[in-house]
């Protein structure tokens, strides 16, 4: 059984065991969050798609831990002109495990 979840502005496919980073989620490590937007379930040849949502789908995932992805850099110039800018970006995620799929 899998489902297509939305967290974030970003779209998974998951599945029971999965282990996916998201968009940090506001919860405690160990702690059980519900992913309720929920787009599609499927379990073999049956498939359920929402409009949007799939009603009364929901997904269970336990938080295993939050951190931080590698560093982005940006780098802009403008040729001949002398103008170079150097940044750089982290972004903040929370790793989770699927735990139920309903």
Same mark, same amino acid.
């Given at each position: 059984? $899998?489902?297509?979840?939305?967290?974030?502005?970003?779209? $998974?496919?998951?599945?029971?065991?999965?282990?996916? %980073?998201?968009?940090?989620?506001?919860?405690?490590v160990?702690? %059980?969050? +519900?992913?309720?937007?929920?787009?599609?379930?499927?379990?073999?040849?049956?498939?359920?798609?929402?409009?949007?949502?799939?009603?009364g789908?929901?997904?269970?995932?336990?938080?295993?831990?939050?951190?931080?992805?590698?560093?982005?850099?940006?780098?802009?110039? %403008?040729?001949? %002109?002398?103008?170079?800018?150097?940044?750089?970006?982290?972004?903040?995620?929370?790793?989770?495990? +699927?735990?139920?799929?309903?």
């Open positions: 059984m $899998y489902a297509v979840i939305k967290s974030g502005g970003k779209q $998974y496919r998951v599945a029971p065991g999965d282990k996916l %980073k998201l968009e940090t989620l506001p919860a405690e160990g702690q %059980k969050v +519900i992913l309720g937007e929920v787009l599609a379930v499927g379990d073999g040849a049956d498939v359920r798609v929402g409009t949007p949502l799939v009603e789908a929901s997904v269970t995932a336990t938080v295993l831990s939050h951190g931080r992805r590698d560093k982005i850099t940006i780098f802009k110039m %403008k040729r001949r %002109k002398h103008y170079t800018k150097n940044g750089g970006h982290r972004q903040n995620f929370t790793e989770v495990q +699927i735990d139920v799929v309903a």
